[in-house]
């Protein structure tokens, strides 16, 4: 900005975005200054390096508004999880899945792990049954973004709430 440009010449844009040349440091300096404005460097790699006369204040505190309105606007998904036993109730089962229900509803996606314990590992299919039935419940409501698979003693699987599909509207005569 202004003194700090390391550059000789320059192009320079003025604050209309009008293109006014390639023009010495020194002139530009003196350009930006009779009209109250800053020189700011915006693409030093260019060749000549490109620089505008803008009123940096204003500049930057737009900037820094749309950068928070962008951050505001983004929805940070997460990975919420969701451990169960093998041998869960029905009941229990039906609790858990309405809560991964109501997560997928929120936008994030929910790991779901099935633990093994003890003497269960030697009927690794039990596991695999469980996951297919819990994926076949949410068939409509979610995506399996990574299927069923078994590290040590846990099965486990990531769920992603599908895009919700509008459904067209009826037509009306007019």
């Known amino acids: 900005m202004n003194e700090q440009i390391q550059a000789t010449e ?28 800053d020189l700011v460097e915006v693409s030093p790699d260019a060749r000549p390096p490109v620089a505008r006369i803008i009123n940096w204040g204003k500049f930057n505190y737009q900037r820094n508004k749309q950068q928070q309105k ?23 089962l039906a609790i858990k899945l309405g809560k991964v229900e109501k997560f997928l509803a929120d936008g994030h ?36 973004e990574q299927s069923p698979q078994l590290a040590g003693r846990q099965l486990s699987f990531v769920l992603r709430g599908s895009a919700q599909v509008k459904k067209p509207q009826p037509l009306t005569s007019q």
Do not use: P, W
Not at 10 to 36: H, P
Not at 123 to 138: C, P, Q, S, T
């Open 70 to 92: 962008s951050r505001k606007s983004t929805k940070s998904t997460e990975l919420k999880q969701m451990r169960f036993g093998l041998k869960i109730g029905e009941h229990d």
């Open 10 to 37: 320059l192009r320079v844009i003025d604050e209309n975005g009008l293109q006014l040349g390639v023009l010495s440091k020194q002139e530009a300096l003196t350009l930006a200054r009779s009209r109250d404005l």
């Open 109 to 144: 996606k929910v790991k779901l792990i099935i633990v093994y314990r003890g003497r269960e590992q030697a009927h690794k299919e039990l596991g695999f049954k469980l996951a297919d039935r819990v994926i076949a419940d949410f068939a409509s409501k979610a995506v399996v």
